[in-house]
């Protein structure tokens, strides 16, 4: 049984495609954006940036060897934020990572549960031949979809 629609939709011009918001759509992005306020979600990304300027910014006693070795932890931990962290660091990087995870995790079953509905149809009927034309609007030029007799 689908799930049920809001009857929100959103539109896109460049496929003349219309979206209908499911429900489990729009719980998603609640509980994505109540993850986000979270007092321990908040404190691991502001502990991410902090490590992150201490690694990447002078000011902060970084340096251009600093800078690397971030890249490249950073790196490993973006790839698979399941890696096990070997140092205080890497426990930081990964927790962040494990946000941004979770984050996206919301985001794939926010537009996962919208159901994609088609944009503008033109018709054209020929009283003289009895004939229809059926055309989607959208993307421009538009596409045939139907032309011959009309089906009764």
């Known amino acids: 049984m689908p799930d049920a629609s ?22 998603a992005r609640a509980d994505k954006e109540d993850y986000l ?22 000011a902060h006693g970084g340096s251009e060897a600093r800078a690397q070795l971030w890249m490249t932890m950073d790196s490993r931990f973006r790839a698979n934020p399941d890696t096990l962290a070997a140092s205080p660091d890497e426990i930081i990087v990964r927790a ?18 919208d159901r994609s509905k088609y ?26 979809l139907y032309e011959g007799p009309v089906l009764y």
């Open 37 to 58: 306020k979270d007092a321990t979600t908040d404190a691991a990304i502001n502990a991410y940036k902090t490590l992150k300027d201490s690694y990447t910014k002078a």
């Open 96 to 113: 962040y990572h494990q946000v941004v995870k979770r984050k996206n995790t919301f985001e794939d079953s926010m537009t996962g549960q």
């Open 119 to 144: 944009g503008k149809y033109t018709y054209r009927y020929s009283p003289a031949t009895k004939e229809i034309t059926i055309r989607s609007k959208y993307p421009p030029p538009g596409t045939l």
């Open 6 to 27: 809001t009857g929100a939709t959103g539109f896109d011009g460049d496929t003349g495609r219309s979206t209908v918001e499911s429900e489990a759509s729009v719980q």
